[in-house]
């Protein structure tokens, strides 16, 4: 079970990682400065913080969940990088103690501020990745973003059930952590365009309808309701598939 998980779990990392390149392929449209590179590398630090949230739950990552983070974080490391800001800002130095391995053993001083650090983080690489999404689906007219809450459910899931199979509490955890990092910042973002893509050259009329669109669109379809309950949705046949095969 445990083999057959971590490829499944790869496979749907892998397939992200391809749905995520067709979206830049779609703004660089309008966008030409876009670098997929780039624009993947902020997903991936994203995805770590994702798996921090979610393994708050049980207060640990087991051996084969930090091979996954270590596979995600081989070209950036969102942790690391937290320690190092922390540092420079003149924080205690044993911070740098602090590893994917022991993170939840640390004194809790030293755990809420890598915390809150991640946290802010991760604000500017979902920024980033949600507004060129919203970008992509104003172009081509095909909902990139329910694509993304169902793949991301999927990676959630299992690497959920990497050790032990998976435990709702910690799923849930994960799903939270994307609502509060993914769902509801696409939501706020989509109302500003015009600042994220102040320095690009972008037509200020497309930027406009796009604007309009997406708060025409929250406003009569309640938006992030709709992502809510698909989300639900997702969770709950992973349970039952799981539940029918036992």
């Given at each position: 079970?445990?083999?057959?998980?971590?490829?499944?779990?790869?496979?749907?990392?892998?397939?992200?990682?391809?749905?995520l390149?067709?979206?830049?392929?779609?703004?660089?449209?309008?966008?030409?400065?876009?670098?997929?590179?780039?624009?993947?590398?902020?997903?991936?630090?994203?995805l770590?913080?994702?798996?921090?949230?979610?393994?708050?739950?049980?207060?640990?990552?087991?051996?084969?969940?930090?091979?996954?983070?270590?596979?995600?974080?081989?070209?950036?490391?969102?942790?690391?990088?937290?320690?190092?800001?922390?540092?420079?800002?003149?924080e205690?130095?044993?911070?740098?103690?602090?590893?994917?391995?022991?993170?939840?053993?640390?004194?809790?001083?030293?755990?809420?501020?890598?915390?809150?650090?991640?946290?802010?983080?991760?604000?500017?690489?979902?920024?980033?990745?949600?507004?060129?999404?919203?970008?992509?689906?104003?172009?081509?007219?095909?909902?990139?973003?329910?694509?993304l809450?169902?793949?991301?459910?999927?990676?959630?899931?299992?690497?959920?059930?990497l050790?032990?199979?998976?435990?709702?509490?910690?799923?849930?955890?994960?799903?939270?952590?994307?609502?509060?990092?993914?769902?509801?910042?696409?939501?706020?973002?989509?109302?500003?365009?015009?600042?994220?893509?102040?320095?690009?050259?972008?037509?200020?009329?497309?930027?406009?309808?796009?604007?309009?669109?997406?708060?025409?669109?929250?406003?009569?379809?309640?938006?992030?309701?709709?992502?809510?309950?698909?989300?639900?949705?997702?969770?709950?046949?992973?349970?039952?598939?799981?539940?029918?095969?036992?």
């Amino acid at each position: 079970m445990s083999a057959d998980t971590k490829e499944k779990l790869n496979k749907k990392y892998a397939k992200l990682i391809k749905f995520l390149a067709q979206i830049c392929d779609v703004a660089r449209g309008v966008d030409s400065e876009l670098n997929a590179d780039e624009y993947l590398l902020n997903f991936d630090m994203l995805l770590q913080s994702l798996l921090f949230h979610q393994s708050k739950s049980n207060k640990a990552i087991y051996p084969k969940e930090q091979d996954f983070i270590d596979q995600v974080a081989q070209k950036a490391d969102i942790l690391n990088i937290a320690k190092t800001q922390l540092v420079n800002d003149g924080e205690s130095q044993a911070i740098e103690q602090a590893e994917w391995n022991n993170i939840f053993d640390c004194p809790k001083e030293v755990f809420e501020k890598i915390d809150g650090k991640i946290q802010e983080l991760t604000k500017d690489y979902t920024r980033r990745m949600v507004t060129y999404v919203a970008l992509a689906e104003y172009l081509d007219g095909k909902n990139y973003f329910f694509k993304l809450n169902d793949e991301t459910v999927d990676l959630l899931y299992y690497y959920a059930k990497l050790e032990n199979g998976a435990d709702e509490n910690e799923v849930q955890q994960g799903i939270l952590g994307y609502v509060k990092f993914v769902a509801n910042y696409y939501v706020g973002v989509m109302s500003n365009m015009e600042e994220f893509f102040a320095d690009k050259n972008i037509k200020t009329e497309l930027l406009g309808s796009l604007r309009k669109e997406y708060k025409e669109n929250k406003r009569s379809n309640r938006f992030l309701e709709r992502h809510l309950k698909k989300i639900k949705e997702r969770l709950s046949s992973h349970y039952k598939r799981d539940k029918d095969n036992n």
